[in-house]
């Protein structure tokens, strides 16, 4: 590697200073009419193996509706109340982020939108989700890595050098860049901190590096992806990208199996991830890696985040956003799956925020372009810096 690289990467473990997050709300509330369909080509489970790569995004106006929220907690689901997008200041003591930087404080996010929310068709595409004249759009940098497709998102203002809390979202810059717009929209408005995200597109086999239940793709994120990233932000932009190595400002997002790989990586090392967002997650029997696990992905609600004594193993420090629609994976088998995740985080005191998102279908666009901006203020609450 040339000294100028190796430079670049040292840079990126620089302890962290934070970037300021404040609480807003963003109710669901507008959104597309559900003209997205089934995802890309992908198959079910049990009809074909793996998943195709390619993903669909459909948009276009829904249709105005008023957006079902249900605030309390199903008999069958244990748990806080879904609180319906508000994610107003946050109260509790200050604590250091695990990693020991001194990096930003955490705030004890309480359970305020903990729990399930409901939302039906038709879907309204809520207002961050639109481009804004007068609001400064973050930089898009593209690359390619070992045959990848590849991006990274850098909010707008970002200053070189400065510690920045990020995202790796799976699936490159497929319906993963939707994420970019309402970024745009809430960092300029304060309501979230100014982060950046890493995209990439899948290997070869996207079914065998995303449903896998190892930390193989952990290892390739932390190994290869980041350090490229860092190494083509000062190439293309002249910017040193320095990414945090606080867990709390760092997350993992992705659909279907790109889902099942965000919560893998948080799963396998709270230590470097914790807030996690995944959206028709594949947790379902995919990769069966026995012995540890024999039924893939559909062993985290099995046996993995149930335990096998319960409630004598406290929760990992996760804080986990997961959504599946009605007629999610051409059925329900996605929709069952991501209910019995719900039940078990719930049971065992985990954060997570549970969209379930009636006449939808796998990875909806339209339920997406209205659920996601809520998504992202639940899932960075409690992140400010000292």
């Known amino acids: 590697m040339p000294r100028s690289s190796l430079l670049l990467v040292l840079l ?76 107003p200041a946050i109260d509790g003591s200050a604590t250091d982020g695990a990693s020991g930087d001194s990096g930003p404080t955490v705030n004890d996010p309480g359970t305020e939108g903990d729990g399930i929310v409901k939302i039906a068709a038709p879907f309204t ?43 790796v979202a799976q699936d490159g810059l497929g319906f993963s860049g939707d994420v970019r717009t309402p970024l745009d929209n809430m960092i300029a408005d304060g309501r979230l901190p100014a982060m950046a995200v890493i995209f990439a597109d899948p290997g070869a086999n996207r079914s065998v590096e995303y449903d896998t239940a190892s930390d193989k793709y952990y290892q390739f994120v932390e190994t290869q992806l980041l350090p490229q990233a860092v190494m083509q932000a000062m190439m293309q932009a002249n910017v040193v990208l320095n990414l945090t190595k606080n867990p709390e400002g ?52 099995m046996t993995e985040v149930p335990n096998t004594i319960p409630n004598t193993t406290p929760p990992k420090p996760l804080r986990v956003f997961i959504e599946a629609g009605s007629n999610d994976g051409g059925g329900t088998i996605w929709r069952d799956a991501n209910d019995s995740m719900g039940k ?11 969209v379930q998102a009636q006449g939808a279908v796998h990875e909806d666009a339209g339920a997406r372009h209205q659920y996601l901006p809520d998504a992202l203020l639940w899932l960075w609450r409690g992140y400010n810096k000292p």
């Not at 590849?150 to 707008?156: E, F, G, M, R, V």
Request: aromatic content about 8%.
């Open 12 to 87: 990126s473990t620089a302890t962290a200073t934070g970037v300021a997050c404040t609480g807003g709300s963003s109710p669901i509330s507008s959104g597309n009419a559900g003209s997205g369909g089934i995802a890309g080509s992908r198959g079910s489970a049990g009809t074909g193996g793996s998943e195709g790569s390619s993903v669909a995004g459909g948009s276009g106006q829904g249709t105005a509706g008023t957006p079902v929220v249900d605030t309390g907690v199903p008999a069958d689901i244990d748990g806080a109340a879904g609180a319906g997008g508000a994610s």
């Open 125 to 167: 595409t809520a207002p961050e989700m639109l481009v804004k004249a007068g609001v400064a759009k973050g930089k898009t940098l593209t690359f390619s890595m070992s045959g990848r497709a590849c991006a990274i998102y850098l909010p707008a203002g970002y200053v070189s050098g400065t510690e920045i809390p990020f995202m």
């Open 250 to 301: 760092r997350g993992a997002y992705g659909g279907s199996s790109g889902g099942a790989a965000a919560f893998t990586m948080g799963w396998f090392h709270p230590e470097s991830y914790r807030r996690i967002l995944t959206i028709s997650g594949s947790f379902v029997a995919l990769q069966r890696t026995p012995p540890d696990f024999p039924q893939g992905c559909a062993d985290y609600f």
């Open 344 to 354: 078990v985080m719930a049971a065992k005191g985990y954060h997570y925020r549970y």
